[in-house]
């Protein structure tokens, strides 16, 4: 059997906690290949670096395995591993463990996620990671389940006869920061909604001049059954799969009666 090639990236950049552990847990999986940002990058999203060339150093980390750091996004660190960097494609793509959830709005933000969405747009499957709560918490309790979460993905799209979701997907994980992480219900769940964003914070700099600090994200507004909000406050590790389609399609036949188009000639709208 060929081995698996796995490659593990993040947001919190190549020093991040996280990152460590969840390379820890996935030993033994396969051959790991780690290429992470060089500092923090949380809320880049999918960005990518075009205006000056990106860096690459090596080092090796503390869980023993090579790191490839890259001056750039999240999605900078995936893009140039899978179009260039690494000498084989991998099987999956792995992102986390983020400090802190990335649900709801969240994943709109979220350079986690992106990390995981740039691996998905290459027709790479992916699984983004995060805990719940900030501060890295019962964080060996989270890599045992991002590891659970793993093989049980794995297991069941190799199982004889098993009906998957397709050749690549896309699925985002958040997990409570809880001692019994890994033996917690799991749930598919769809991607709640945040209240609007708390105001900026105005402060004034050394110089006299007014600085701004985006403000703190809003508390959760669709919370209820079915949402990631609502199985992580209720004790649960919520999986969400994702798509990268952002079509309205439900008011595509609106738009085009509205602007008196046939829907044959409305894909020409954003020619």
Known sequence: ?????????????????????????????????????????????????????????????????????????????????????LPQRPDLVISGINNGANMGDDTLYSGTVAAAMEGYLFGIPAIAFSQVDKGWRELDAAAATARSVIDVVLAARAAPGARGPGAHWLLNVNIPNRADAAQLPREITRLGKRHASEPVICQTNPRGETIYWIGPAGEAKDAGPGTDFGATAAGRVSITPLQVDLTDHQRLGAWAGHLGLGMSASPGLGA
């Not at 460590?20 to 992470?36: F, K, N, P, Q, S």
């Not at 980390?61 to 660190?77: A, I, K, L």
């Open 1 to 85: 059997m060929t081995t698996m090639r796995i490659l593990i990236a993040n947001d919190d950049g190549y020093l991040a906690k996280g990152l460590a552990a969840l390379v820890r847990a996935c030993e033994g999986l396969g051959d790991i290949d780690i290429v992470a940002p060089e500092q923090n990058a949380s809320g880049t999203s999918n960005a990518l670096t075009l205006t000056r060339p990106l860096n690459v150093f090596e080092v090796t980390g503390e869980h023993g395995h090579r790191v490839r750091v890259v001056n750039g996004t999240p999605s900078d660190c995936v893009h140039i591993a899978l179009t260039g960097l």
